[in-house]
């Protein structure tokens, strides 16, 4: 059986599953459940935080055949049952299959006579679904022409066809397109949040890891659930169901904790040789001196939180546990300024 990765197999398929975006799968559950749907509907935000996901299950959900209308709980299609109990609509939403539920690129199907082509087939109603729903990914990438093509359709749009728009650069979009469009601003996920996500995928593959490679996994991941689920697997292709502690800061190209509290003692003693002796190890260990600048500003903004934050502000949750009483010195050794 061919290897499904991590970031395909844990594709959310409910918007219960979707990690860190409770605001925006509430505000579409909502209106699913009270039937007050737009018919156009644009989520915006970073790469790998949920947005083509969720455009998916909220075509299942609008065409769900399991409810007399759309639901805010379509069928679940994770699992080989609960594919075998979905309805043919979800089932061919997940595998891409649908007659009625198209995806495109917006990148690839960018032109004028592409969005006249697509004008032209939403005048007809769907195959068998309750909506023909049109998907389209990186719709910032559409001309201008092709934008403008697109206009009349989003203006008085057909009575049973739902547009959903992707996009990771919201600010190239054109004000007449945003006006017409029920707005959803997906966030970055937190590196805490998204370390609990990688302890459950961890948990249900049998995979023995500890809480503090998951934090350095999710901190690398920089708010992206895909990233974050991608450098998982790379890790586990070369460890194997253990991960060491050891491994993961080498096979990320992440600095060396170690590293980071060498050179702030450094700053707090006013070690100038210490410094330079770090600079030559760093050369040494063949180290992006960029990388390690931004890693070292991260380390320091920690020392400042763990400073200035009482023990309970949520300011803390992305200092990791066991680093805090070794900040807590650091800390105490230096002033505010």
């Not at 290897?3 to 594709?11: E, P, S």
């Not at 206009?151 to 009575?159: F, I, R, S, Y």
């Not at 190890?281 to 009482?310: I, M, Q, T, W």
């Amino acid at each position: 059986m061919s290897y499904k990765v991590l970031a395909l197999k844990y594709r959310p398929t409910s918007f219960a599953e979707v990690v860190g975006q409770t605001n925006v799968t509430r505000t579409l559950g909502n209106a699913l459940e009270r039937g007050k749907i737009g018919h156009a509907f644009l989520l915006s935000g970073a790469r790998g935080v949920g947005k083509t996901t969720t455009a998916r299950i909220l075509a299942k959900a609008l065409n769900c055949s399991r409810s007399e209308g759309p639901t805010a709980s379509p069928c679940s299609t994770r699992t080989d049952e609960d594919r075998a109990k979905a309805c043919d609509s979800c089932r061919e939403i997940a595998d891409g299959q649908s007659l009625d539920v198209q995806e495109i690129d917006g990148a690839s199907n960018n032109s004028v006579d592409q969005v006249r082509e697509l004008r032209e087939s939403a005048r007809y109603n769907p195959a068998r679904d309750r909506f023909k729903v049109w998907i389209i990914d990186e719709v910032h990438m559409l001309s201008t022409g092709a934008f403008n093509a697109l206009l009349k359709t989003l203006e008085e749009p057909p009575p049973r066809v739902k547009f959903i728009f992707a996009t990771t650069e919201y600010h190239k979009i054109p004000e007449t397109i945003l006006s017409r469009c029920q707005q959803y601003d997906f966030r970055m996920i937190a590196a805490r949040e998204l370390a609990l996500h990688l302890r459950s995928v961890a948990d249900q593959e049998k995979i023995r890891v500890s809480d503090a490679a998951l934090a350095l996994i999710a901190r690398a991941a920089e708010g992206s659930v895909r990233d974050g689920l991608s450098l998982f697997d790379q890790v586990l292709a070369f460890t194997g169901d253990e991960i060491p502690d050891a491994d993961v800061a080498g096979l990320l190209g992440l600095v060396d904790r170690e590293l980071l509290h060498r050179a702030s003692k450094a700053v707090v003693e006013g070690d100038s040789l210490a410094m330079l002796e770090l600079v030559e190890s760093l050369a040494d260990y063949g180290a992006d001196y960029r990388n390690f600048v931004r890693e070292l500003l991260l380390h320091l903004r920690e020392v400042l939180l763990v400073k200035l934050a009482p023990a309970e502000s949520p300011l803390l949750n992305a200092v990791l546990p066991e680093e805090l009483e070794r900040l807590r010195s650091l800390a105490a050794a230096l002033s505010e300024e």
